[in-house]
Structure formats: structure tokens, C-alpha cells
């Protein structure tokens, strides 16, 4: 008579350890470290963002992030484009890359023209997890807003990229490239102030306390290139410290403007 052998679900821990095969405490304990690695890579973009680039983690999943691209200069120059990125549950294995999307319209070669994904295959083959991170994805998408030809690029590469149409009129028809990038651009902009559901990132239209904030910013700390043709002080201090930005809101919430650009007071709405 045989024995009986037990099936898979019905063995030991011990036993599955001897056959090489995981136990569900493993399991989660070598998701936890996915996930506590893909944390510390977040921590990391805190000081190493590309500049203009934003994300934040999502409220309901870890391997969810919400981001934002301001483009500052280029045939792209003042569009702000929203995307996502999610990593998978094995990311941090070896050619498990995170997946870019945007959810703003992008008229973009690298960016897919129904689906908006970013195909990070094309640069990066492989991913190499003590290599390739959360920053190597944000470079990357923030490069291909100010990419002048694809000749770093080979023929394979090329036939690949997911927007052939945007790809071909680049190099055949550049008035027509930019045309099309300029109504991306301003559709961008229209949809600025549209919230995504779920989406940790939200923007509001600006109110007075915004232009207060500002005001006693510049004063404090000094205009920055984009407003070096204002009045301000130019021998304000450059440095941004914790205190001053906290003393500049509690003065913007309480309606005291800078008394360089406009009365101290804010004016109060009237019933009416």
C-alpha cells in the first residue's frame, strides 16, 4: 500500500522550507521589503528630483504615485503635464519596471497616443534594481520634453517608439510637430485645474492669499530668475529657511501684504 502524500496546501512550513518552496510568512516578508526599498527610493526623490517634477505617494496603495511635469523651456515650455506611476508587486526583482502614464493629453514620440504609457523598455531593456529607480523614471520622462533628434537612438529603437505619427512629422514635418505640440500644450493648460479621481495631486484656482504668499516671499527671500525683472529687493535673501516660510504663511493668512507692492491690509468681503 502507498502512502498518502499531502497535498502542496496541506504541507508543513517546515517541509515546504525542505523543498525549496516558500512559506506564506516568506512570502510576506520579502513583499514588506519590497515595498519598505520602494518607500526609502521615495524618501530619496525628497532631495534628488529632477527639477519641475513632483509625485506623491497614492492614499490607498504604496506602489501608487501621482505626478506632475511643469516643462519650462522647448517646444513644451509651459505645459503642465499629470501622470502616474505604479510598480508592480515585484518591483525591485530584476526587469520589473514601474509603468508611466500620463493622463494629460502628450503629443510625444516616446508617449503612447491612446493609452499615454511610457515605454521605459525603449532606454532601459533591463532593469537593474541596484542600478535603475524612482529617479532613473522621473530623468527620463523629463528628458523626452527637451529631446532635439534621436540619433542616441537605434533603428530598432525607432520603429518602436510608441508614437510613430508625432516621431515621423518630427523629423519630416516640423512646423507641423510643433503645431500639434502647441494644442497638446494648451489642452494641458485648460485641464490644469481638473482634478483626477483619487489623485493626491489637486490644484486650485489662485486667490488672494496666494498672491499675498507670494508677495512676501519675493520679499523675503528674493524673486527668482522668472521674476528677476520685478521690484523686489535684489538684496533680499536668497536663503529659504523654515521660520521665514512660516512667519511669510501666518502674515498671508492674517491679509498683510508687503508694503512695497500693495496696502497692508487685505480688504475684507462685505455682505452683501
Not at 522668472?226 to 535684489?234: C, L, R
Request: with cysteine; proline share 8%.
Amino acid at each position: 500500500m502507498l502512502p498518502i502524500t499531502p497535498s502542496p496546501s496541506r504541507q508543513s512550513p517546515m517541509r515546504a522550507r525542505r523543498l525549496g518552496g516558500q512559506t506564506p510568512s516568506t512570502v510576506d516578508r520579502d513583499q514588506a521589503m519590497r515595498d519598505y526599498k520602494l518607500s526609502i527610493e521615495y524618501k530619496h526623490l525628497k532631495s534628488h528630483c529632477p527639477g519641475g517634477v513632483f509625485i506623491v505617494p497614492s492614499l490607498d496603495d504604496v506602489r501608487l504615485f501621482h505626478g506632475v511635469i511643469f516643462i519650462r523651456r522647448g517646444v513644451f515650455t509651459n505645459a503642465i503635464f499629470k501622470f502616474t506611476v505604479t510598480c508592480p508587486p515585484q518591483y525591485n526583482d530584476t526587469n520589473t519596471h514601474p509603468k508611466v502614464v500620463f493622463s494629460s493629453y502628450v503629443y510625444n514620440p516616446h508617449v503612447h497616443p491612446e493609452t499615454g504609457e511610457v515605454d521605459l523598455k525603449i532606454p532601459y531593456p533591463e532593469w537593474i534594481p541596484h542600478k535603475h529607480f524612482l529617479v532613473t523614471a522621473l530623468t527620463y520622462i523629463k528628458k523626452i520634453f527637451y529631446i532635439k533628434d534621436f540619433s542616441d537612438l537605434s533603428e530598432e529603437a525607432k520603429l518602436k517608439l510608441p508614437n510613430q505619427d508625432a516621431y515621423n512629422k518630427f523629423l519630416n514635418d516640423q512646423e507641423g510637430y510643433r503645431r500639434r505640440v502647441a494644442e497638446c500644450v494648451k489642452e494641458a493648460q485648460r485641464s490644469t485645474y481638473t482634478s483626477i479621481p483619487g489623485s493626491t495631486i489637486r490644484f486650485t484656482e489662485e486667490n488672494i492669499t496666494h498672491q499675498i504668499m507670494r508677495d512676501l516671499l519675493a520679499e523675503r527671500f528674493g524673486a527668482n530668475d522668472d521674476e528677476a525683472n520685478t521690484s523686489f529687493d535684489s538684496s533680499a535673501s536668497s536663503v529659504v529657511t523654515k521660520e521665514g516660510v512660516l512667519e511669510s504663511i501666518q502674515r498671508a493668512q492674517a491679509g498683510i501684504r508687503s508694503p512695497k507692492t500693495s496696502p497692508k491690509l487685505m480688504p475684507r468681503a462685505t455682505p452683501k
